[in-house]
């Protein structure tokens, strides 16, 4: 009987110190800071679940001219979680064209942006071919591929719904100059989906450019009316090439607005003189998203300021503001940014 009352004793004394030990470690954890910083390299292994920063930026030609400054402009972009590019006139990787089976060959200088992406942390999605007003599968500014840039830690493509083109005329498409491309996104718990479709309109500002503009962005929004999946989070963004708030305006009646509706200049010739810019890029959603974007986030990114920061005191070349050195290093489009918020899908 002594023996099994000694059993019991250290059995319950043991147990108790255990907890006590427990209770001891909880408290000391609860003291203790968590390590919150950002490593470099690490970017794309961290998770977000809240706010992202979506990035469009139209690079002229981007594959095409030699000087660019990928360095830079990967630098410039890496703040963001995700980066919509307009304009890339060349394949980055080979591949081949779904429609004609015809194989074709990495750019050099496409890839060079690309690579240049990546060392930042970002993946990214290609168009699986180019789009052109009256050509394409060509090389050059006659044609441009669709590719965006994400963080893989934090969204992923969705392709369970709607992605790809928006018409199958590729060239010389009657609905589009260069038919749109959505790319559908969801975040890595699945409980958000958003589809961002990339857009680069017809230019000019004389009559017959205008009316073909607002034909675009008639068909546009009617596509995303028409769209059968209950998810409506359509974001449409890019170059549309406007020129005054008279373009759009009109769509309010029908629940679709621009984060550009103060038709802020986005391109680079505001640097040359100011009466010069001109409110180019958008950003388009609908009633479906404004829980979800952020209003007051949008921004027009001063590319020249940005790049004048990462000199660091070294002596800077692009000031005074030379047109063609500047569109060639960088672009003649400057980047625009808005905030999306995780979490929040109702629909």
Known sequence: MRQLLLVLLLILFSECTSSQIDLKNEKTLDKQPIDTSVKEGSLSKLAKTDTINICSFN????????????????KILKPYDIVVIQEMVA???SGTFPSNGQKYKSDVESKAFVDAMQEQGFSYWISTEDTG??????????????????????IIPDSSRYFGFLDTALAGSLLYERVPFCLPFKSIDGKSTFSLISLHLKPGNGVADRTRRAEELK???????????????FIYLGDCNIYKEGEFIEYEKQGIYSLNKQCSSTNTKLYEDAKKGKPYDHVFYTNSSEDEV??????????????HTLYKGESFPYAPYEHNLFRTKFSDHVPIAFQYILGKDTD
């Open 219 to 233: 068909t546009l929004f009617e596509w995303g009316t028409k769209q059968q999946e209950k998810n409506k989070d």
């Open 59 to 74: 690079i002229q030609f981007l594959g095409h001219f030699k000087a660019r400054d990928n360095s830079t402009l990967s």
């Open 294 to 307: 952020i209003n007051k986030s949008f921004k027009v990114v001063d590319l020249m300021q940005e790049i």
């Open 91 to 93: 394949p980055p990787v």
């Open 133 to 154: 007003p009256t050509r394409n599968h060509v090389n050059s500014s006659a044609s441009e591929w669709w590719i965006t840039f994400y963080r893989d830690a934090i």
